[in-house]
């Protein structure tokens, strides 16, 4: 299985959300290896000069309403959390520690669910703890090893590499060095999976 | 035929010469009436604080590939005007002579094409004439008429209009009281005609 669908995500972002509901599907009809690469989307924003896609008052609206009719579309639970944007530097570092732990599926799944599911607050330092808990992960072990330089270092690699290959945002998805962007992408991303 | 797909265009958008190519055969397949409402994107974008879509310089590359790859995948003629932006203010205030003239159709297909399938630089007086000439409308009438304050108030009501529906930029498409937003949301506009 040599060919690879890269997937550039922070769990910060509804849309972003929306593509990982899509991506078993997607690598499996396309048979192939699915790489997950955790990044800080705010940094990735602050490097391109990025204001993100709320910056435009009257496109507000519609870029609820347009995400609102995707996910009824591709039928998938959500909701929109009024606590949003949640602060996703400490979650997204997680993600090193949850790959250690050799749980990053479960680590991922939680993270996004708790976010655009259950509309949990992960402002919340407790509604972390909670969260990870209740999904039988251990949160001691998370809140201590965020901490790590290592860990720190290796989401600011991540994200610097991403905006170095052309990202400006999440999701990005790359297919060998061709770089696609957005939930609204993938019909495109399979194209290219298809022509490999 | 009740049913209406309104179309908010600028000829100055690739995006939006895209989605026009496309309309014929939705219209036809809705069964629906086609309202074709020119305004004049830069003033959207001025009453919106929009900086328009190349204002990220990260996003470019994408923007455009992007955009090639749709052109392809629909198999329309297009190409990249080294011209553009093209100032349309002038070419969107003909749009009311043509209407005038009963020859809305042939001016509007004449300014898209001419910009996004013959690249000609319609930001040069002398191109804009020849670009009529060519297609049989009669250029002297175009520029004496586009003169008249009574049809630089309709292009002006037409933007202001747009942007108190909602609309950020182009191409914006209303099927009743619903807007969507881009050349890569036909598929809603389908689903949304349909179920009218």
Not at 75 to 99: C, K, W, Y
Not at 124 to 134: F, P
Not at 141 to 158: G, H, M, V
Request: with cysteine; charged share 25%.
């Amino acid at each position: 299985m040599s060919k690879q669908l890269e997937f550039v995500y922070d769990v910060v972002s509804f849309p972003t959300y929306l593509a990982w509901t899509q991506l078993p599907t997607i690598a499996e009809e396309a048979g192939c290896r699915l790489r997950m690469t955790p990044v800080f989307c705010g940094g990735i924003f602050k490097s391109t000069g990025n204001p993100g896609p709320l910056s435009i008052p009257a496109k507000r609206k519609w870029y609820f309403d347009d995400l609102i009719m995707r996910a009824k579309h591709l039928d998938v639970p959500f909701v929109m959390n009024p606590h949003s944007p949640i602060q996703t530097l400490p979650i997204m570092r997680g993600v090193f520690v949850a790959e250690e732990r050799e749980e990053t599926d479960a680590y991922v799944k939680t993270m996004f669910e708790a976010i655009w599911v259950h509309a949990r607050n992960l402002n919340e330092v407790d509604e972390v703890r909670a969260t990870l808990v209740e999904a039988g992960l251990d949160a001691d072990a998370y809140f201590a090893e965020i901490q790590r330089d290592d860990i720190k270092s290796r989401l600011r690699k991540n994200t610097d590499d991403a905006v170095a290959r052309g990202a400006f945002g999440v999701p990005t998805f790359f297919v060998g060095d061709q770089m696609f962007f957005g939930q609204d992408r993938l019909d495109f991303v399979q194209e290219a999976l298809r022509s490999r």
